[in-house]
């Protein structure tokens, strides 16, 4: 049973309006929530100009004993009067709390996948207590942001989690919080996700391009085949090696193609040389293992970006180690081939 206190508190904010996804902002809907459920009364107030200077955007002062509270969750407790509660009852409020302290309320603010997977895998917490509890307030206050800020489709893949936030929302403590909640937080845009599907394009002049259709030299026609340099399978690339490189090549190919020349674009990863012997070694896997898993990772990275690779492959195929040995063996016939000696570095250790 939820405890009237049939009194007040002061809520005094300190700094400018916190930005609705963050920690501060999470901890004043948890505030207005346990004042709504147990009948206290919010006072809003601004900070004295003469006041010592604090860190902290808002506190609440407790009407009884002029006694500041820093923490939302303290606030809650408070509310609710935690400490009179049964063993039993207040052993499971703390444990919910704990966990939302401990686990949740440390995930990134902008990783909001994450946030309503940790919130799905504590299904039966929710579902353990009604709207209008101490658990539901806290727990309600920081999945907020990420419950409404996600479209419909991906909150449905975590159905527990959908249902709790559709009761939380018709409780009348969350209808009747959320309207201060919402006058007295930063709303921060939010980038929506970028997908093939929400390109802004002109539809008349979009590029097409069919990756299946096979591309072979065309007589009378401008043939031109582009490639860019191979990366390297010893780590994960970023911006700059993609700038650097694939996508310089792929705006050349897009060009290429609108112009109506017969464009080939391949590419691959390069699995041969020191750097991918190195990295095999630090990581303790065999080259191949190493090989396998960064293929994954940069063909992934490619087709996030759209690159319009005809062919994207890999240096360790048999085809490629067919093609190479046999444009080699034409170097060597017809003499393009020289053998010369360099002194170079030996570890008497490793025998290298």
């Not at 007295?184 to 002049?205: Q, W, Y």
């Not at 490189?245 to 590419?267: E, K, Q």
Request: glycine share 6%; hydrophobic share 40%; with cysteine.
């Amino acid at each position: 049973m939820t405890e009237k206190l049939g009194t007040h508190i002061t809520l005094t904010r300190n700094l400018a309006a916190p930005a609705a996804n963050t920690t501060a902002a999470a901890g004043l809907l948890k505030i207005l929530l346990a004042a709504q459920a147990t009948g206290t009364v919010v006072q809003w107030a601004e900070v004295d100009a003469g006041a010592p200077k604090s860190k902290q955007p808002y506190w609440v002062t407790l009407c009884d004993t002029q006694t500041r509270l820093y923490d939302a969750n303290a606030v809650v407790r408070y509310l609710y009067k935690v400490g009179n509660l049964a063993l039993g009852d207040r052993l499971a409020v703390e444990q919910a709390l704990e966990w939302e302290e401990k686990t949740l309320s440390v995930l990134p603010a902008g990783d909001l996948s994450a946030i309503l997977a940790a919130g799905e895998a504590q299904a039966n917490v929710l579902s353990a207590h009604a709207p209008a509890t101490a658990v539901s307030a806290v727990l309600f206050g920081a999945l907020y942001y990420a419950l409404s800020n996600t479209k419909t489709a991906l909150v449905s893949k975590y159905p527990a989690l959908q249902k709790w936030y559709a009761q939380q929302l018709a409780s009348a403590a969350v209808e009747t919080a959320l309207p201060a909640f919402t006058a007295n937080v930063v709303k921060v845009l939010v980038r929506e996700e970028p997908s093939l599907g929400n390109r802004r394009v002109n539809a008349d002049i979009a590029f097409e391009f069919d990756p299946s259709k096979t591309v072979l030299p065309e007589a009378g026609a401008k043939n031109v085949l582009i490639t860019s340099a191979l990366p390297y399978v010893n780590n994960v690339p970023h911006l700059g090696n993609v700038i650097g490189s694939t996508l310089s090549a792929d705006v050349f190919a897009r060009y290429s193609r609108v112009r109506g020349n017969n464009t080939l674009f391949i590419c691959g990863t390069d699995e041969y040389g020191t750097a991918t012997e190195t990295k095999a070694l630090e990581d303790g896997v065999t080259c191949q293992e190493l090989c396998d898993k960064y293929h994954q990772v940069h063909k992934e990275v490619y087709e996030w970006f759209d690159l319009s690779f005809n062919h994207f492959g890999r240096t360790s195929t048999q085809k490629h180690s067919e093609i190479v040995r046999g444009i080699f063996g034409q170097c060597v016939d017809n003499g393009y081939v020289l053998e010369k000696e360099l002194p170079q570095l030996y570890c008497e250790q490793c025998c290298r």
